[in-house]
């Protein structure tokens, strides 16, 4: 049984890594279930382990009349606020969704409490060729990118999930009792000793189990499909003379988003500014400096961030955006309460849609089920 288990975590973990197909796929929203639009089969968290690509669809199957899929924007999303802005509404029960552009698409059934209950999908739709995109090539006459490393950008690393190790094996039977001369009581000793190596088994394969477990929960919840890495100016990259503050108006930016600046090296920068900084085109006090033309700006808190490019003049020739960047959607559970936090109140801070517990429970359920088949 330990090694059934042990076999279906890894087919699980290949499984949930996998390089996606190439071409465009048909996601069916809930899973491969012919209603998995549906309060009994959709799981909230189900879009997690999964890369929506431009020209993807998604497919939501449900019974006409009991649900509908809404595509609303993001706060309506938040609130699940049946009346708020709704941006397209489907019923026909087999309803596909093309995803047509890159970003976050918000999605619930409006009827009843159906959002309220869990029935609401947010997916992250990347660039057909996968992500990041390719950098943008050098401006022409650019100098020839210089070889020599600068120093790593003051980005945060990405997170280090530490390994779930199997447990250890278990305690070997206690050792036989000094006094063997009674043939029963070496009788009952054999006894003894063999209930006791049925008892390892059984918890070594339970530790097994446990293990699997925590090994593809770890899996669910390094894999958000929520977190975003956003390229500013989209295809157009961190250049003079275009409109970021419209660039900003067109996304939404969440904390552990990451912003990511393609320009010529050397021909542009990144400073993080300070407000005063922003005003004032200085890079005075700045809280970051990145240089190397393909910049990764991790977004880990949330609230105004102030950007402008430091090379003489950029600034002022439109190189410059701030964004605030909104707290959670939470991917796991909440937290313990913790002394109080250090960032100011964000203006947007309405209940966290906890949705990644879903997923790990379910994909935590689907293991113990599946290891008891296997098992049984
Ligand atoms: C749809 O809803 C109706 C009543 O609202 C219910 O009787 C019916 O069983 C539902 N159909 C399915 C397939 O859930
Ligand atoms: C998406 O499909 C359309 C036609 O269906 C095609 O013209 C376009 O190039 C495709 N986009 C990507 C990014 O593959
Ligand atoms: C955010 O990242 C910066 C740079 O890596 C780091 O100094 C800071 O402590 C981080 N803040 C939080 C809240 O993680
Ligand atoms: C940028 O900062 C200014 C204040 O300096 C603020 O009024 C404006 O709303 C901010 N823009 C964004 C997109 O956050
Ligand atoms: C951001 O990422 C960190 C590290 O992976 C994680 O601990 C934290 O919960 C995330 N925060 C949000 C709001 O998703």
């Known amino acids: 049984m330990a090694a059934s288990c042990s076999r279906l975590a890894v087919w699980l ?19 491969s279930a012919s209603n998995g639009w549906t309060l009994t089969n959709y799981i909230i968290g189900w879009a997690e382990d999964q890369t929506f690509r431009v020209n993807d669809t998604l497919v939501f199957n449900y019974p006409a009349g009991n649900y509908t899929v809404t595509e609303v924007d993001s706060q309506t999303f938040r609130d699940c606020y049946r009346q708020g802005n709704t941006i397209a509404e489907w019923t026909t029960g087999h309803d596909v969704v093309p995803l047509d552009k890159t970003g976050r698409r918000w999605f619930f059934s409006s009827l009843d409490n159906h959002c309220d209950l869990g029935l ?16 943008a090539p050098p401006a022409p006459g650019a100098p020839t990118p ?10 945060a690393p990405p997170p280090v999930h530490t390994p779930v190790s199997p447990a250890p094996a278990p305690n070997a039977p206690p050792p ?3 006094d063997s001369s009674s043939s029963d009581a070496l009788m009952n000793h054999r006894k003894i000793s063999e209930a006791v190596a049925r008892a390892a088994v059984v918890a070594g394969a339970v530790q097994a189990l446990v293990a699997g477990v925590l090994l593809i929960v770890a899996a669910v919840l ?11 100016g989209d295809d157009q990259g961190w250049r003079p003379n275009f409109d970021y503050d419209k660039w900003v108006d067109g996304n939404e930016f969440f904390v552990n988003d990451t912003l990511v600046f393609r320009y010529a090296k050397g021909q542009h920068s990144v400073v993080q500014a300070t407000e005063a900084g922003f005003a004032a085109c200085s890079q005075a006090n700045s809280l970051g400096v990145w240089t190397s033309g393909d910049d990764r700006v991790a977004l880990n808190t949330s609230g105004q961030w102030w950007f402008l490019s430091g090379v003489n003049g950029d600034c002022s020739q439109g190189m410059k955006f701030n964004v605030t960047v909104l707290p959670e959607v ?3 559970l909440p937290p313990a309460p913790a002394p109080a936090p250090t960032t100011p109140p964000s203006p947007d801070s309405s209940t966290p849609v906890s949705y990644a517990v879903g ?17 049984f």
């Open 13 to 31: 973990l290949a499984a949930a890594f996998l390089p996606p197909p190439a071409s465009a796929e048909d996601h069916m929203v809930g899973g």
């Open 120 to 135: 609401k999908l947010v997916v992250n739709v990347v660039p057909a060729d996968g992500t990041p995109a390719p950098a």
């Open 146 to 155: 210089d070889p020599v490393p600068t120093t790593p950008p003051p980005t």
């Open 176 to 178: 036989p009792p000094t």
């Open 222 to 232: 390094t894999a958000p499909a929520f977190a975003a890495d956003i390229v500013v």
């Open 330 to 332: 939470e991917l796991s």
């Open 359 to 375: 997923g790990a429970v379910a994909a935590a359920g689907a293991a113990v089920v599946a290891a008891a088949v296997l098992a």
